[in-house]
C-alpha cells in the first residue's frame, strides 16, 4: 500500500469551500483504480495548509491511471481555483506499525 500526501496550501478565506470541493471530489479518487480511501487533515499550527492522504495499490495507480484521468481533471477543477501555490506530492511505504 502506497500513501500519497498532498501539502497543499488554500488562499485565506477560501478554507470552506476548498473543503467543500473536497467532498465533491471524494467519489472521483474512491472510484480510481487502486485507490483505498481518501482523507483530509486541517494543519493545527497553521489553518491554511491542508494534508490529503489518499492511499493507493500503487504509485502508477496515482501518477498514471488516475492523472491521466477525467476525472483528475474534474479534480483539480473542484478545488485548484482555491489553492495559493502548487501542492507538494510525496508517496510513502508503511516500513513499521508500533
Same mark, same amino acid.
Not at 69 to 92: K, M, N, Y
Given at each position: ?28 479518487? +474512491? ?21 490529503? +492522504? ?45
Amino acid at each position: 500500500m502506497i500513501v500519497e500526501t498532498a501539502e497543499i496550501s488554500i488562499k485565506a478565506g477560501e478554507e470552506a469551500a476548498f473543503e467543500a470541493g473536497v467532498a465533491s471530489a471524494a467519489p472521483l479518487f +474512491l472510484r480510481a483504480r487502486g485507490c483505498h480511501g481518501v482523507s483530509l487533515h486541517r494543519v493545527v499550527e497553521n489553518p491554511g495548509v491542508y494534508r490529503l +492522504l489518499v492511499r493507493w495499490e500503487t504509485v502508477d495507480n496515482h501518477m498514471v491511471d488516475f492523472r491521466n484521468s477525467d476525472d483528475f481533471q474534474e479534480w483539480r477543477r473542484l478545488v485548484g481555483s482555491h489553492f495559493s501555490a502548487a501542492p507538494s506530492v510525496t508517496h510513502s511505504r508503511l516500513v513499521a506499525d508500533y
